[in-house]
C-alpha cells in the first residue's frame, strides 16, 4: 500500500524557517518523481516544486524561487522541503505527492503550515 505521511508544518514568524518532511512507503521511492503542492484557505491548489527521482533535478514554482529547497534522501524514502524567508503569503496546507507520468496519483494528508506575526 502506498502511503504519504507529511511532517514539520507548524506556525512561524514571518521570515522565519521550517522543513518539511514526507515519509514514503509503499513504492519504489527512486523511481519516482516528488512534488509538493499547497492549499491556502479559499484558494486552490498551488504547485511549489518537484524533483526527479534520482534528485538531480528540481522546479520551483516563481513565488518560492530562491526560498524554498526541496530535497529527498532515497535511502530513507523521505522527501523534504525546506522553507526559508517564510512570508504570511505561504501560509497553507502542504502536500507531497507521487508523480506518475501526468499524474499526482498518491497524496498525503497534509501538514499545516502558518506564517504570522
Known amino acids: 500500500e502506498v502511503q504519504l505521511v507529511e511532517s514539520g508544518g507548524g506556525m512561524v514568524q514571518p521570515g522565519g524557517s521550517l522543513r518539511l518532511s514526507c515519509a514514503a512507503s509503499?513504492?519504489?521511492?527512486?523511481?519516482?518523481?516528488m512534488t509538493w503542492v499547497r492549499q491556502a484557505p479559499g484558494k486552490g491548489p498551488e504547485w511549489v516544486s518537484a524533483?526527479?527521482?534520482?534528485?538531480?533535478?528540481?522546479w520551483y514554482a516563481d513565488s518560492v524561487k530562491g526560498r524554498f529547497t526541496i530535497s529527498r534522501d532515497n535511502a530513507k524514502n523521505t522527501l523534504y522541503l525546506q522553507m526559508n524567508s517564510l512570508k504570511p503569503e505561504d501560509t497553507a496546507l502542504y502536500y507531497c505527492?507521487?508523480?506518475?507520468?501526468?499524474?499526482?496519483?498518491?497524496w498525503g494528508q497534509g501538514t499545516q503550515v502558518t506564517v504570522s506575526s
Open positions: 505527492a507521487r508523480v506518475n507520468g501526468r499524474l499526482y496519483d498518491y
Open positions: 509503499g513504492f519504489p521511492f527512486n523511481s519516482y518523481d
Open positions: 524533483i526527479k527521482g534520482g534528485g538531480g533535478s528540481t
